[in-house]
Each structure stands twice: as C-alpha cells, then as structure tokens.
C-alpha cells in the first residue's frame, strides 16, 4: 500500500510540474502598433487578476516595456503592479478600485504610475473588436488535429481545469472563453487548454491522430496523445496583432473601446530587445521541509537613541548632536542603513534579525558582480547571532564590541557632529532623547520552504548558488499589521515591502520564489560565464538548475498555511 500511495504521490507531482511548464513567453512586440488605453486601478489578489506574469526584471519595467509584452503575446490587457511587476491576460474579473490605490512609481520611470500592494493599473489594447461576454461557444470553428509536443513546450500555455469524468468540448470552449483565450484545444480525451497565441512549432497534422473519444461524450473526439483538437473565436483575436501592416492606399476606421482615455503609453513603443530560452524537465524531484511548529513569541517596538550636550557661555548654548550612520555595511550599489546600538543579549538579537531581512535586498540592489559578496554580508549577519549567544549571555555587550570583532564590509565614514548655537538658560543640560517607532524586528523564521532536489542539488540550507528564498514572515509596521500581518522582506527600507493578507501567504511564497529566480539568473548565471572564470559549471547548467529550482518552489508553496504564526503585532516565531 505504501508503495503505492508514493508512486501516485510522484505521479501527481510529475503532473503538477507538467503543468507549471506548460508556459510560454514571446518576446515583447518591436514593431510600431496602436498605444494601449489606461483602464484604471483595480484590486488583485488570488488567483491573480491577470494570469501571465513577465519574466522581464521589475527593476527597469516601464509602461511602455510591459505592454509591448503582453502585445507581443496576444493579450488585450496589461497590469503593473508593485513598482514594476508586469502582468497580462484576456479578461479583467476583479473590482476597481479607488485612484489613490495605484500610487507606486515605476522602477524603470518614476513619472509613471505602476500599481500598488495588491492593485493593479490596468491598460487596454484597443485593437480587439468582441468582449468575451458577447461571444458564444458557437463561435469557436474547428481547426482541426495539430501537434502538442514542441520543443518549447505545449502549443496552447494555460490549462484549465474541468472535470474528466464528464469531459466534453462544449465545457473547453466554455472555460476558454470565459477567460478571454481565442484559442482552445481539447487533448487525450480530458484536457482542455486555452492560449492568446499559439506555440512555436505548432504543426496541423491528420485528422486520424486525433482519436481519442472524449470521456464525458463517446460520440465526440478530444485530441490524442500529445495533439489537439483546436477551435478558434477569431472574435476574440486582435485586429491589430504584432507585426500588422495596415494596407496601403485604403480608409482607416478606429477600433472603438469601452474605456476612457484618460492615460495612455506612446503611439510608437519600443524596448530592448529580448530573447526567449527552453524550459529543461526537470526528473525525480523531491522535497522536504519541517512540520515542527513554535508558539510565539512576543518582542517590543524598537527604539533610536539621539545624544546631546548642551554647553553654556554666558548668554549663548551649543547643542552637538552625532548623526546614525546610513551605510554600515557596503555592497556595490547597495547599503544596509544604521543598527541601533544595543547593552544587552535581546538587543543583539534584534540587531541579528534586522540584518537577516535586509538579505534579499542586498542580491536585489547590489548589482552584478559586486552583489557575489552578498553571501558575505548573510554570513556577516550570522556573525552578529554567534557574538549574541556568545558575548551577551548574562552580561552587557554593544554594537561597538561586535563590530570590532566582525567588522562590517567598507561601511560609510561615520557622520561629523552637527553643532547649533543658540540662546539658552545659565545651566549645563546633557538630554538624551528616545524615539519609540510603531516597528518592531520579526523573528527571521521563513513561512516559505525551499524546494530540494538531489538530480539539481538544491535544498535547505543548500539553494542555487547560495541565494537563499527571500525572507516572508510577520509585517514589522503597526498601521499595516490588522489588514497585511505578512510581509515579504526584499527592501533596504520595510515600509516599501509588500505586505499580504492571511488568506494570500501562498501568493506571498510565490513572489518570494520569483525574487529567488531573478537573483539566481542574474548573479549565479553571471558568475558562470567564461569572463568571470569561476568554474562552478556552465552557465547553460546554472540556468538549468536556477529555473528548476523556481518551478519546484512553486509547486513546494502552492498551498501556505500560516498556522498560529503572526496573529498578533509584535509577535513571531520562538528562535531556532
């Protein structure tokens, strides 16, 4: 029995990676075409409003960047979300949302607008003649049998889920259409998959090889082994698609919308170019995590002390006052800001855990190859727990002591003192002035599991290069706490975090797993290649094991459950 529930355990995980590889990704549109039509701020939450992410980095996305995107793939909207992250799809069923919601600037312009924390500003191609809601499953024409078995994965990206045992084309059709997709495909009898676009490779072949009768109607055929038995609403399909040239010497007639145009891209957009790689299967993957559960543990809101002496002459007082240091450890282009200064072992440990979450934003912002000593600065921070257990145990400690000890890495040269003169009393006053913030330093304890494989060998505590998941556990800011206790920690400054809701922690992971690929790609791939003479492995084999390690991350945090954790401000998980 036992060996029976494994194998159907390793079938179904080989399904559920099956289908996280089904998608697809075209190269953004270069070719002029008609400028998107801004629809306004509507809410996302999960699953997402739009379903097709970019994998283009959000650190340089602009308007202009994500619509070409979605245009080069056949959508008709596109969403920016969270200062740069640049999603499409062919419907919108989500409500809109107040203006103000949409409030973040883009990473790659800062004039522009790209969403906000679960909010999406949405723009419109306006080429696409027919809404969904006014096409019938009647409009779907066959096409006839094509092939599903490219090398760059399936013909038709999304797959939807209907059940087998009644499986028809009626029902494919149906879901497709309700999402918006042109396309449609049923396959082997019971599955049925949607696209904007088709695959590359995509090949019409016999009617013959598409003999699969369909499970939920015998007198109907449903594709094959690795074909398709394809449909298309042309309703549904651009006028205006990537490449069309309007035809010389006719009358031009607009495409009317349903939308207002208020804000819109450039007529004529353009980005970098792009290029498109292969996805590699990945065999016999595995994971492991912990089940064990700690109850929490409560801490108290963080504080900064200002000293100054006040000196009196005669009728005249000088205040001096030293400034924090805003770098006290340097990467590259990155900086992580000033730790407060500590007498004692639960200080410390604060200090420890605000180094932990400023992990991720140093792979973020460092800049290849300086970012390569990130792993020095993760190993720094583990300095700081060791100097905490070792030197604070039942004695004072300070900052000073630690950074004596592990000294940080070309930290800023520390502020001059700001001197002020002004009239005063006849007597001599040092104050010491304490600001409590509404922030307080969560425990560094990931509720997203990194994924393991022995065929990629990549597991905890081992991930791809060293680039360990970014850090999600409890939100360190008060006023945001009741609605978003969770936060994904990826920023120097946590107010510029996003925070999620207790019903979102999977798409928390999600995101998390995503900052993991992009960091992997663009500093373990890079340290591969020839010019940096490193040795690891290629970087072809370092792509590999990077983007193998993102799916199975995603299949490892598909379902988060945030147990007993982060229930109340303040709290988080008992050290480990």
Partial sequence: MTATKTILAVAALSLLQHAQATNFQYPPCLDPFQPFVYSGCFQDGSPRTLEYRSEQSSRNMTVEACVAECKGNGFRYAGLEYYGECYCGATVNSPALDEGLCNLPCNGNNTQTCGGNDALSIYQDPTFPTHPGDVDIEDYVPLGCYTDDGPNGRSLPWVRNIPQDTFTPAQCLSSCRDRGFPFAGTEYGQECYCGSVLGNYTTEVGAEECNMPCRGDASQTCGGSLRLNLYVARELLSLEPCGYEPPVDTTTTSVPTATSTTKSSSSTTKVPDTTTS?????????????????????????????????????????TTITPPNDCEYK????????????????????????????????????????????????????????YCNNDCKGKTCSKKGCFDKYKPQHPNPPKPPVTTTYPCPTTTVKTTTTKTTTTVVPEPTNICKQPTS????????????????????????KEEFSSRPFKLYTEPDTHKCKSYSKWS????????????HEECK????????????????SPSKAHERCTAQYKDCLIENAWVDPGNRCKNWGSGLKRV
Avoid: R
Avoid at 283 to 299: E, F
Avoid at 454 to 463: A, D
Avoid at 505 to 515: H, L, Q
Avoid at 527 to 535: D, F, H, L, Q, R
């Fill in 522 to 537: 663009e500093t373990y791939v890079e340290s591969c290649k020839p010019a940096w003479g490193s040795g690891k492995e």
């Fill in 278 to 318: 292969s996805t590699t299967k990945v065999p016999d993957t595995t994971t492991t995590s912990s089940t064990t559960k700690a109850p929490d543990t409560t801490t108290t809101p963080s504080t900064t002390k200002f000293t100054s002496t006040t000196t009196t002459t005669s009728s005249v007082c000088t």
């Fill in 454 to 477: 022995k065929w990629h060998n990549y597991g905890p505590g081992n991930p791809v290069g060293g680039i360990e998941l970014p850090l999600v556990t409890c939100n360190d800011i």
């Fill in 505 to 516: 922690c999977s798409d928390a992971c999600k995101d998390a797993c995503e900052e993991q």
């Fill in 331 to 386: 990467v590259g282009k990155w900086c992580a800001p000033h730790f407060p200064d500590w007498e004692h072992e639960n200080e410390c440990l604060n200090a420890w855990k605000t180094c932990a979450k400023l992990v991720t934003s140093c792979w973020k912002y460092a800049g290849f190859p300086a970012s390569l000593e990130c792993l020095k600065f993760s190993s720094w921070c583990g300095d700081i727990k060791k």
